[in-house]
Structures are given as C-alpha cells and as structure tokens.
T-cell receptor, first 114, second 110 residues
Framework: DAGVIQSPRHEVTEMGQEVTLRCKPI?????LFWYRQTMMRGLELLIYFNNNVPIDDSGMPEDRFSAKMPNASFSTLKIQPSEPRDSAVYFC????????????FGPGTRLTVT | KNEVEQSPQNLTAQEGEFITINCSYSVGISALHWLQQHPGGGIVSLFM???GKKKHGRLIATINIQEKHSSLHITASHPRDSAVYICALLSSGSARQLTFGSGTQLTVLP
C-alpha cells in the first residue's frame, strides 16, 4: 500500500487566498484525521471523520477552515481566506475501525502564508 | 495542567547509551501511542499499547495504567535515532482523537 497520500507537499500563498489541502487515506481505513503542527502549539487535532462523516470538528480554529470527505478515498481541508497565522504543517492520518487501531500519518503539507 | 506531560524536553546522548523518555498523563485512556518525527517532518507510529510492554528491535515501550505513566526506551542508541519522540493519548470511550505531548527532542552524538 502507498500509505496516506497528501498533496501538495509544500504550499506558499499570499494572505487572503484560498488554500486547499488534499488527503487520500489508506484503502480500507474508515477513520480520517486532520492535524496541524506549529512550533508554538505542537500537534493539534482539527477534525476527524468516520465513514466519511465528520465526528468531531471542535479543533477547527474558526469558520475560515472547512473539511470535507466526499468519499472513502478522498478528503480536503480548505482555508478561505488564509492568514499568516495559518502557516503550519498539516498532517492527515487514517486508521482502521477497531478500538485499538493505529493511526498512520501522511507526509504532511507545509503551508506558508505570506 | 496539561493532560499529557513528557520528560525530558531535550536529551543529548552519546552513541551506545541507553535512553529513557517518560510520559505521564492525567486522564483515562484506552491506549497510548509513541510516535517518532524525523527532521524531515514525517511522523511514524512506533508503538500503540494499552498495557504491559512492547518491544521492536532496540525500542521498548512500557505502560502502567494504574500510575498513568509510560516510558520509551532505546537500547544501544545510534545517531539515526535522533528525532522528536511524541507520546499521544487515545481517549477512553468512543472518541478516537489523539491528544499529543509536547515531544522530546533526542540527539544522539557519534
């Protein structure tokens, strides 16, 4: 299996622009997680899905952030409009069902908003 | 008080040394992850454990549920072990999200 795939790997954009991050989970995994990592706050959960349905989005910072999972093999995290404080590494992870299934992380997308 | 505390924050060791990284937590959990993040940024799950001890190569992870404490040990450390090691809690109950420690930066010198 190719593992969790994220694109793009790096994104540089100007403040105010829309940014879309993409994730393809491991086939057969029915949980998908979006995390953000910054120097100040470390790793934080933004949102997670089970069977394409958002379960907990309490970590989404504000209305500028939205996430979708239209099918089992694809999810997007969108920031509109982007701000410099959104600069971070965004990780997607997936896991199988079962209470003790490990999470597998994608390589991350490094976002820089200037 | 944070739900999960790691110590030390930074650790420098000489090649070959035995290394211990600690993780203490204050909430009920169903399992605990140890993750490794290399300078390139990728995150790899080393262990997930809910009781006892697991071993993989030179890495050993232990957890004491009653004391709410876990340790990650590296035997015969090597410079390629240099990375950030992160402890992450999997909540008890139906929630599946991870709560992360702040990480331990390990540097192993040749």
């Amino acid at each position: 299996d190719a593992g969790v795939i994220q694109s793009p790997r790096h994104e540089v954009t100007e403040m105010g622009q829309e940014v879309t991050l993409r994730c393809k989970p491991i086939s057969g995994h029915d949980y998908l997680f979006w995390y953000r990592q910054t120097m100040m706050r470390g790793l934080e959960l933004l949102i997670y899905f089970n069977n394409n349905v958002p379960i907990d989005d309490s970590g989404m910072p504000e209305d500028r952030f939205s996430a979708k999972m239209p099918n089992a093999s694809f999810s997007t995290l969108k920031i509109q409009p982007s701000e410099p404080r959104d600069s971070a590494v965004y990780f997607c992870a997936s896991s199988a069902s079962g209470s003790l299934s490990e999470q597998y992380f994608g390589p991350g997308t490094r976002l820089t908003v200037t | 008080k944070n739900e999960v505390e790691q110590s030390p924050q930074n650790l420098t060791a000489q090649e070959g040394e035995f290394i211990t990284i600690n993780c203490s937590y204050s909430v009920g959990i169903s399992a605990l992850h140890w993750l490794q993040q290399h300078p390139g940024g990728g995150i790899v799950s080393l262990f997930m454990l809910s009781s006892g001890k697991k071993k993989h190569g030179r890495l050993i992870a232990t957890i004491n549920i009653q004391e709410k404490h876990s340790s990650l040990h590296i035997t015969a450390s090597h410079p390629r072990d240099s990375a950030v090691y992160i402890c992450a809690l999997l909540s008890s109950g139906s929630a599946r999200q991870l709560t992360f420690g702040s990480g331990t930066q390990l540097t192993v010198l040749p």
